[in-house]
């Protein structure tokens, strides 16, 4: 594939960044000639990375469910490379449980990573995009804000959360000229779905349901998130682009069988 030069000089944060969609999105904007400071809790791998990608990329070590690593997270971009323009809030994880017996720690885990992080990177984004004269951020949500799966309650309330945040925060942050959009995505293979799709049975249970018979690769996922980002997308904000094979055409599989 041939890249073009639409992002040279621009500066993203991504959160998430050291693998699956996070890494896709961070490989695709160095392709085109961004500057970029990835987010993550692997540290070890952010630090191969640094060594692998060259001086437009900088790995942090955050923890994007505490506010003065996110907010350090953002100023560390403008300090290495003079401003902030994109953003994609990618982190996320969950611990699965049936309402009934899930626990309150492993609800607050799954909030807390893929809402409240998503939150704090967006308010501290902005505030460094403000300085700027404004920018895109691109939040990742899921297939499942809309649609519910079997012991998914923390997780499914969480990315529904994601995507009225990001319809909020289009609201608001108009005026600084930083346009908010969501990606929905379906099934994709990276480390977290691995032990999903490493299941024969889980694995035949979703390409049942989803049209194009096979999970997406991470990549799949970056170029849709980075045209939410582009100037393509200069008038689209507050919009949620469903990224799933169809899948969401037919419904989700039923997951208590597994359980």
């Given at each position: 594939?041939?890249y073009?030069?639409?992002?040279?000089?621009?500066?993203?944060?991504?959160?998430?960044?050291?693998?699956?969609?996070?890494?896709?999105?961070?490989?695709?904007?160095l392709?085109?000639?961004?500057?970029?400071v990835?987010?993550?809790?692997?540290?070890?791998?952010?630090?191969?990375?640094?060594?692998?990608?060259?001086?437009?990329?900088?790995?942090?070590?955050?923890?994007?469910?505490?506010?003065?690593?996110?907010?350090?997270?953002?100023a560390?971009?403008?300090?290495?490379?003079?401003?902030?323009?994109?953003?994609?809030?990618?982190?996320?994880?969950?611990?699965?449980?049936?309402?009934?017996?899930?626990?309150?720690?492993?609800?607050?885990?799954?909030?807390d990573?893929?809402?409240?992080g998503?939150?704090?990177?967006?308010?501290?984004?902005?505030?460094?995009?403000?300085?700027?004269?404004?920018?895109?951020?691109?939040?990742?949500?899921?297939?499942?804000?809309?649609?519910?799966?079997?012991?998914?309650?923390?997780?499914?309330?969480?990315?529904?959360?994601?995507?009225?945040?990001?319809?909020?925060?289009?609201?608001?942050?108009?005026?600084?000229?930083?346009?908010?959009?969501a990606?929905?995505?379906?099934?994709?293979?990276?480390?977290?779905?691995?032990?999903?799709?490493?299941?024969?049975?889980?694995?035949?249970?979703?390409?049942?349901?989803?049209?194009?018979?096979?999970?997406?690769?991470?990549?799949?996922?970056?170029?849709?998130?980075?045209?939410?980002?582009?100037?393509?997308?200069?008038?689209?904000?507050?919009?949620?682009l469903?990224?799933?094979g169809?899948?969401?055409?037919?419904?989700?599989?039923?997951?208590?069988?597994f359980?």
């Amino acid at each position: 594939m041939v890249y073009t030069n639409r992002f040279k000089d621009k500066v993203a944060v991504v959160t998430g960044g050291a693998s699956g969609i996070g890494y896709g999105i961070v490989a695709r904007l160095l392709a085109e000639g961004a500057y970029v400071v990835a987010a993550d809790v692997n540290e070890q791998r952010l630090k191969e990375l640094e060594a692998q990608l060259g001086e437009r990329f900088v790995g942090l070590k955050t923890d994007v469910t505490n506010e003065s690593q996110v907010e350090a997270l953002a100023a560390t971009a403008v300090e290495r490379f003079g401003s902030l323009n994109l953003a994609f809030n990618v982190a996320g994880a969950a611990k699965a449980g049936v309402i009934t017996e899930l626990s309150e720690a492993d609800w607050d885990f799954t909030v807390d990573l893929c809402l409240k992080g998503v939150f704090l990177s967006m308010k501290h984004e902005a505030r460094q995009m403000k300085k700027f004269g404004g920018g895109a951020i691109v939040n990742i949500a899921s297939l499942n804000s809309h649609v519910p799966m079997f012991a998914g309650a923390a997780y499914t309330s969480a990315k529904a959360g994601v995507e009225m945040l990001t319809r909020n925060g289009a609201l608001e942050m108009a005026r600084d000229h930083i346009r908010v959009n969501a990606i929905l995505p379906g099934l994709v293979d990276s480390p977290l779905t691995a032990s999903l799709l490493e299941n024969s049975d889980i694995h035949a249970a979703y390409m049942e349901r989803i049209p194009f018979k096979k999970a997406a690769q991470p990549e799949e996922m970056a170029g849709p998130s980075l045209f939410l980002a582009s100037e393509d997308a200069a008038y689209v904000s507050g919009a949620s682009l469903l990224v799933d094979g169809a899948w969401g055409t037919s419904g989700y599989p039923d997951m208590s069988r597994f359980m």
